[in-house]
């Protein structure tokens, strides 16, 4: 059994999920209809068209928008985390992941006032990716830029649900939680590439277009079960107390009629690119519907008993898991789901191949989008158990040439995992 077959599936899986190829698959222009997914817009029906966005996908969205609609596009701004020099018509404005910085919020404030230059007459588009959570920001009044970082590091450092750090951020921010859709006159789309598992719409970017359901009450709420609330800067729990009494408007909990969204790519069309790849290749594959989700030890022993119990050759799983760090190494959950799969097959003899890896290209605290092993991969003389204690999974993987190193990808729709048992090689 071969790495490099699974390295091509996922290589596969990773294009098809590239700007550059599902903005040509969503979007096209006829003339004067641009269309998205089925759904037909007039442009000449639009006395300007503006093209807004933000996430890590963003920029290179951007590009691919641009080529398609050329001289239609008046101006517009994006904020990411990587530039991008072949622009003509966007500006790239650069904000900070995962923390934000006074970068973030002067890239947020010049996109307002652009997006506060459109009429009821105009149309913008607006590229919505992962990653725009902490790239798109300006806090609500009362709470400062200092603050908001310490509250964000506050909640990473205690390993908080990311869906629950988002819903914190979206009460403390005047972008989040459709307010950003506020302030815009024109009519809106936006595109979608869902770094969420299931894609929820009122998620994904901490949903700076879309309407919300969370409360005031249920951020104090989480904030006083994980035990931060009083942890918190008074500035914070003095706005939380406030929205708490309705002295403060809560997120909006309708959705703007003049803003729609589609998703343009997701978890689920890389998990289909790596399915027919691998199919083309001669296995029989196995599509796991339920998505990766929770801590990563109980993860891979799921992967590794579905595989067990799969018929099929080459089992095909995504999502996202989660990694309690206590050690002080280098990886992420993608190569430590790795290590630890390492140890088991070894421990259980099973001929499998295994590759976890991010299709953002950075996983955790490394350079690297993950791991990938066989029965052949070496380790003899390093001390797997230390390397596991210790999380860190990339020094143990650098040793033996086992990490996949793609770079930052320009997109990003979480995490693919691939199975592959006995001998067929592809």
């Given at each position: 059994?071969s790495?490099?077959?699974a ?10 999920v590239l700007?550059?190829n599902?903005?040509?698959n ?19 029906k639009?006395?300007?068209?503006y093209?807004?966005?933000?996430g ?6 951007a590009k691919?928008i641009e080529k398609l609609l050329?001289?239609?596009i008046?101006?517009g701004?994006v904020i990411?985390?990587?530039?991008n020099n072949?622009?003509k018509?966007?500006?790239v404005?650069i ?8 970068k ?5 404030k010049?996109?307002i ?5 459109c009429?009821e007459e105009d ?9 725009s959570?902490?790239l ?19 909640m990473?450092?205690?390993n ?18 459709g307010r950003l859709?506020?302030?815009c ?8 590439v ?5 894609n929820?719409?009122d998620?994904i970017?901490?949903a700076?277009?879309y ?5 005031f009450?249920?951020v ?8 931060l609330f009083?942890?918190?800067?008074l500035?914070?729990q003095n706005?939380i107390?406030?929205?708490?009494d309705?002295?403060i408007?809560d997120?909006p909990k ?7 969204h589609y998703?343009?790519?997701s ?13 083309k290749l ?7 519907k339920?998505?990766?989700h929770?801590?990563v030890?109980?993860?891979?022993e799921?992967?590794?008993?579905i ?5 099929k050759e080459?089992i095909?799983?995504g999502?996202?898991c989660?990694v309690d760090?206590n ?6 959950r ?18 499998y191949?295994?590759?976890s890896a991010?299709?953002?290209g950075v996983?955790g605290?490394s ?9 052949k991969?070496?380790f003899?003389?390093?001390?797997i158990k230390?390397?596991i ?8 993987f650098?040793?033996?040439?086992s990490?996949?190193m793609?770079g930052?990808?320009?997109t990003n ?9 006995g001998?067929?090689d592809?």
């Amino acid at each position: 059994m071969s790495t490099k077959t699974a390295l091509k599936i996922f290589d596969s899986a990773l294009k098809s999920v590239l700007p550059e190829n599902f903005m040509k698959n969503s979007c096209s222009l006829n003339g004067d209809i641009f269309s998205i997914n089925g759904k037909e817009y007039d442009l000449k029906k639009y006395k300007k068209l503006y093209i807004f966005g933000s996430g890590k996908a963003s920029c290179a969205m951007a590009k691919e928008i641009e080529k398609l609609l050329k001289d239609k596009i008046h101006k517009g701004i994006v904020i990411s985390p990587y530039d991008n020099n072949e622009l003509k018509k966007i500006e790239v404005k650069i904000g900070s992941h995962p923390i934000l910085d006074q970068k973030t919020l002067d890239a947020t404030k010049a996109m307002i006032e652009m997006m506060q230059e459109c009429t009821e007459e105009d149309l913008y588009i607006y590229l919505l990716s992962g990653g725009s959570s902490a790239l798109l920001e300006l806090p609500i009044e009362d709470v400062s830029l200092e603050e908001l970082q310490d509250a964000t590091k506050l909640m990473l450092s205690n390993n908080i649900k990311i869906q629950y750090i988002n819903m914190v951020r979206k009460h403390l921010s005047s972008v989040k939680g459709g307010r950003l859709a506020k302030k815009c006159l024109a009519e809106g789309v936006v595109l979608v590439v869902s770094d969420v598992i299931d894609n929820p719409l009122d998620a994904i970017g901490s949903a700076p277009l879309y309407a919300d359901d969370s409360t005031f009450k249920d951020v104090k709420d989480i904030l006083e079960e994980k035990k931060l609330f009083d942890k918190m800067p008074l500035s914070i729990q003095n706005v939380i107390q406030k929205g708490v009494d309705k002295y403060i408007e809560d997120t909006p909990k309708n959705i703007q009629d003049r803003v729609s969204h589609y998703i343009v790519s997701s978890n689920i069309h890389a998990q289909n690119s790596a399915k027919y790849y691998a199919e083309k290749l001669g296995f029989s594959v196995e599509l796991v519907k339920k998505q990766m989700h929770g801590e990563v030890n109980q993860m891979v022993e799921k992967m590794l008993n579905i595989s067990k119990e799969s018929k099929k050759e080459c089992i095909i799983f995504g999502g996202e898991c989660t990694v309690d760090l206590n050690g002080d190494g280098k990886g992420g959950r993608n190569q430590h789901a790795v290590i630890l799969m390492l140890k088991k097959l070894r421990e259980n003899n099973l001929n499998y191949t295994f590759l976890s890896a991010s299709t953002d290209g950075v996983d955790g605290n490394s350079d690297a989008a993950g791991a990938v092993i066989d029965q052949k991969t070496n380790f003899s003389e390093l001390n797997i158990k230390k390397y596991i204690d210790n999380f860190d999974s990339y020094h143990f993987f650098k040793q033996i040439d086992s990490l996949v190193m793609t770079g930052p990808t320009g997109t990003n729709v979480i995490d693919l995992a691939i199975i592959l048992k006995g001998d067929i090689d592809g």
